[in-house]
């Protein structure tokens, strides 16, 4: 059984930083894309960093830009995301996600292309 959990979740002040990880097991994922997305109260989940399955090919939301950072450790069959300056409207919950797209050279940027979620990490930034 596929299983995608993350951790690293908390409540910091603004200015801090977190690194969240996301462990998948039951099969590798080495070979696939993966994303974070957050949902804050009231809003959409969104996107917010993907890497394809050889770090070769990164995106990110352009609200977290040069403060963010996804990153993935094929061996350990897990993708990590350190947020650093982080601000109040960073507030959410943070999704990891895998793409069923096999070697695929870009990675996805839309929600409904990834098909394993995790059960996401809160992350709180205080003013």
């Known amino acids: 059984q596929v299983q995608l959990v993350e951790s690293g979740g908390g409540l910091v002040q603004a200015g801090g930083s977190l690194r969240l990880s996301c462990a998948a097991s039951?099969?590798?994922?080495?070979?696939?894309?993966m994303g974070w997305f957050r949902q804050a109260p009231g809003k959409e989940r969104e996107f917010v960093a993907a890497?394809?399955?050889?770090?070769?090919?990164?995106f990110s939301a352009d609200s977290v830009k040069g403060r963010f950072t996804i990153s993935r450790d094929n061996a350990k069959n897990t993708v990590y995301l350190q947020m650093n300056s982080l601000k109040p409207e960073d507030t959410a919950v943070y999704y990891c996600?895998?793409?069923?797209?096999?070697?695929?050279?870009?990675?996805?940027?839309?929600?409904?292309?990834?098909?394993?979620w995790g059960q996401g990490t809160q992350v709180t930034v205080s003013s």
């Open positions: 996600a895998v793409a069923s797209r096999r070697w695929f050279p870009t990675p996805p940027r839309l929600r409904d292309e990834y098909d394993y």
């Open positions: 890497i394809s399955w050889n770090s070769a090919t990164i």
């Open positions: 039951g099969r590798s994922f080495s070979t696939y894309p």
